[in-house]
Each structure stands twice: as structure tokens, then as C-alpha cells.
């Protein structure tokens, strides 16, 4: 296993803090955000100094009902290549639910969303990672992810099922120890059983991130310091296992500089900890041997879809929740969804917040309750500039005019800026605009 070192999430809002922090040994990138024909010259940089780029996916859903994409899996190969990266990592997570296997819409969850520990999502999960392995140029490594919700009827620990996976597909593993700790508060799960029970030869490397409570749970934010749970759980991976990679994720409310590099620091003292335990902790007995034997999946993929299906329509559209959830957590789960979407949003479309002032966030989320995502977010921002237009919104005449303008520019075949072609669509669009 190639040794990485001590790494940092590059994000472009800390490029610059990145190029200039010591110990950087290499990042990771979403690979979605990365164009391989344009990479940040922040990247090149880095990559021109030995510092290893690996591609982290968010959207390929593994653990969803569907084979993976062959379009998706093209971008992360290409991606990969692109950055001359040793591997890429992805979720062990559904994104999505409904389509064909159920014939119901697609909906898109905007979030990773955990998979339900039996058999039928293993079989699944294992198939899609291998047709996910023989499209990439280089290993596969998934990650655990973290869950404010618990499916009914599970029949392995994540251990157990992580353990399994390892063994029936060979692919390697991206330990989240602040997902263990996320788990261990939302759904009771012991840190340290699931270290004991998991193929620690595997790990490609560990994500360490911060994280809040709020409504009973813990929020996996990235946006918040590294608590000292989060820390002890490092310690002991390290006791058990010397990780080729740690690296720290964070996605919002960036703090100074110094603070991100004094977190590196712990995170570096946690795993020396750790090593210097080795010995005093050991690995307790391992998951039941794993089935060799491969079954047909395309009844589990019908079984699982419909599931995915159910809980995501109920997470995203109000419709019934599934027998066996705990109601109150997914009420969590809802909110937390509509908050995610309202920040991306923002992120991919930052003139609406500016337009909207403070009532863009409560206006979203209002939207969001009626209306699941069943496209990208630049496709989400569009359908909630029309929708506010549709309804009357906002009342504001010049809040509602910049409103107009913006979804006039960006909702054509082409900017309006360019010519005849967006006269046509203007002139397409006054019906709606006017009701």
C-alpha cells in the first residue's frame, strides 16, 4: 500500500493556505468540481512540488439499486488520469432512488445516504464495485459514510458487512473515523467493535473531520474543529493498524490558517498515540467468513430499489414513512437534506442569495419541501428561480425583476447576451414570466 502521510482536503476556497502549509504530504479533490482539461493552477502547482491529488467522488451512489453510470465512471477515470493520481475513493452510499427499477421518478437525494447492512445491498454493493473497478485506471478505495438514520431489519454490523465487501471484491477501504464517531452518537454504534471487526490491511487511508449536535444527533458538518472523540478514535486505528494516509476534511467556515495547521498537528499527535499503544490494544476476532459463492442480484436490486425508493420519497417528497424508521430521525434526516440543497445552491448559483438578501434560505427550503431534486443543483437553482416567478414571488418589484433576469440569462439554450437565440427564448418565456 502506497504510503501517502499526512494530507489535507484542497478546497479553493484554502488553495492558497494549502500551498503554503508545512508537512502537506498530498490532497484530495472532489472530483466533480475538477476539470481535467483545466486544472486549478493551484493543483499543478502542488502536483509539480511531488504532492500527490486524489480524486474523492460524491456522485456515483455504489450502494445504490442501479449499476453504477458509465458516464460518471468515465469522468472519475478521466479525472484520475488527468491528476496522475495512485487511486480514487467513493462512498459506500445511495444517492438516488426510483427510475426504471421501480417505475416511479428519479429522485436525487443531494446527500450520501446509507445503505441497509444485508444481503441484498452486499450482493448489490459488491457487483457495483466491480464494475466500477474494471472501468477506473487505478484502485478503488470506499468509504465508510456517517447516518442520522438506521434501516429496519439490518443483518451485519458495519464491520462485519465492510469486512465482506473487502474479502468477496478486494477493494481497498477509506476509513472515516469522524463517521465512526457520528455513528456511535446517532445510532449507538462502539467505535472500537467496528475497528476490531473490519480488514484493516485494506485501508487506503483515513479522513479525520469535525461535526456539531444538534436535534438529539450529530451532524457530520466538516465546517466545525475536530472533537476530541474523533481524535481518541484515530488513536486507536493507529494502535491497531499503521494508516498509509490521514488527512483532514473541511468543506465550510474555513478558520485562519494556523487553526487548520494546529488541527494537523493533533491529528498527527493522535496517530503517533497510537503507535505508540500498538501492542497494548489488540484486534478482536474478525467477521464470520465471507460467502464465495456469487448470486444472481437482479432480484435484490428490485428489493432494494424499492426500499431506496420508499425512504428516499418519504425523505425528499412527504410521502409515508417506511415501515420499521424511527419517524423523528427522519424528520431529521428531511431537514437536514433541504439545508444541504439550500447551501449548495447557494454555492453553484451565489447571485440568488445575494438577490434574495436574508430570505433566501427560508424561501428554499420552503420550495424544497414540494419539490424533490430530480436533476444536478445547477438544474435545482433554475427550477427554484422559476418556481418563485410562478408563484408571484418575491413581491419585491426590483427583487423580483433580478430574479427574472437571472433565470432569463441562464435558462436558454444560450446567455441572452449572445444574439438572436436569446430573443427567441425571452419571447418563449413571456407567458410564464406574466402569470
Known amino acids: 500500500m502506497e504510503r501517502l502521510g499526512t494530507g489535507i482536503g484542497w478546497r479553493p476556497e484554502i488553495a492558497d493556505a494549502v500551498e503554503r502549509m508545512p508537512g502537506i504530504d498530498w490532497v484530495e479533490a472532489v472530483a466533480e468540481n475538477i476539470c481535467p482539461g483545466h486544472l486549478p493552477e493551484s493543483l499543478q502547482r502542488l502536483r509539480a512540488r511531488g504532492v500527490t491529488v486524489i480524486p474523492h467522488g460524491v456522485s456515483l451512489g455504489l450502494g445504490g439499486a442501479d ?26 452510499a445511495f444517492v438516488r432512488a426510483g427510475g426504471a427499477l421501480t417505475a416511479s421518478p428519479l429522485l436525487e ?52 458487512f465492510l469486512y465482506e465487501l473487502v474479502e468477496r471484491t478486494g477493494v481497498r477501504l477509506l476509513i472515516d473515523v469522524a463517521n465512526l464517531h457520528t455513528n456511535h452518537v446517532n445510532r449507538g454504534e462502539d467505535p472500537a467493535k467496528a475497528l476490531a471487526e473490519l480488514p484493516l490491511e ?22 466545525h474543529p475536530v472533537p476530541p472523540q474523533v481524535l481518541d478514535i484515530l488513536t486507536d486505528l493507529a494502535s491497531r493498524v499503521s494508516p498509509p494516509g490521514v488527512l483532514l476534511e473541511r468543506d465550510e467556515n474555513f478558520p485562519e490558517p ?157 446567455p441572452r447576451s449572445q444574439g438572436p437565440t436569446g430573443r427567441v427564448v425571452r419571447a418563449a418565456r413571456k407567458v410564464l414570466l406574466h402569470r
Not at 449499476?67 to 459506500?92: C, F, K, M, N, Q
Not at 428490485?302 to 417528497?317: D, G, K, P
Not at 437534506?337 to 439550500?342: E, F, I, Q, S, T
Open 67 to 92: 449499476r453504477p453510470d458509465a458516464g460518471r465512471l468515465a469522468a472519475l477515470a478521466e479525472r484520475a488520469e488527468a491528476l496522475g493520481s495512485p487511486l480514487v475513493t467513493e462512498h459506500i
Open 258 to 414: 494556523a487553526v487548520l495547521e494546529g488541527e494537523l498537528a493533533a491529528i498527527r499527535g493522535a496517530v503517533e498515540r497510537g503507535r505508540e499503544a500498538a501492542g497494548i490494544v489488540t484486534r478482536g476476532p474478525s467477521s464470520k467468513a465471507p460467502r464465495t459463492v456469487e448470486s444472481p442480484t437482479e432480484p435484490a436490486r428490485e428489493r432494494l430499489a424499492l426500499t431506496q425508493a420508499a425512504l428516499l420519497s418519504a425523505l425528499v417528497a412527504g410521502t409515508p414513512v417506511p415501515e420499521g424508521f424511527d419517524r423523528v430521525r427522519l424528520g431529521v434526516q428531511a431537514r437536514a437534506l433541504a439545508g444541504k440543497r439550500a447551501d449548495v445552491v447557494a454555492k453553484v448559483a451565489p447571485e440568488l442569495p445575494e438577490i434574495l438578501g436574508e430570505g433566501y434560505r427560508a424561501a428554499f427550503i420552503a420550495y424544497a419541501h414540494g419539490h424533490p431534486m430530480t436533476g444536478g443543483y445547477r438544474r435545482d437553482a433554475l427550477s427554484f428561480a422559476e418556481h418563485l416567478l410562478v408563484s408571484g414571488r418575491p413581491a419585491d418589484g426590483p427583487v423580483r425583476q433580478a430574479v427574472r433576469e437571472w433565470w432569463l440569462e441562464r435558462s436558454g439554450p444560450a
Open 202 to 223: 485494506a485501508i487506503a487511508y483515513v479522513h479525520v473531520a469535525g461535526g456539531f449536535a444538534r436535534d438529539g444527533v450529530w451532524h457530520d458538518s466538516h465546517a
Open 109 to 160: 437525494a443531494g446527500h450520501l445516504l446509507p445503505v441497509p447492512r444485508t444481503r441484498d445491498a452486499l450482493d448489490v454493493l459488491c457487483e457495483n464495485v466491480r464494475i466500477a473497478q474494471d472501468a477506473l485506471p487505478v484502485p478503488l478505495a470506499v468509504e465508510n459514510i456517517a447516518a442520522l438514520i438506521s434501516w429496519p431489519g439490518e443483518e451485519m454490523s458495519e464491520g462485519q
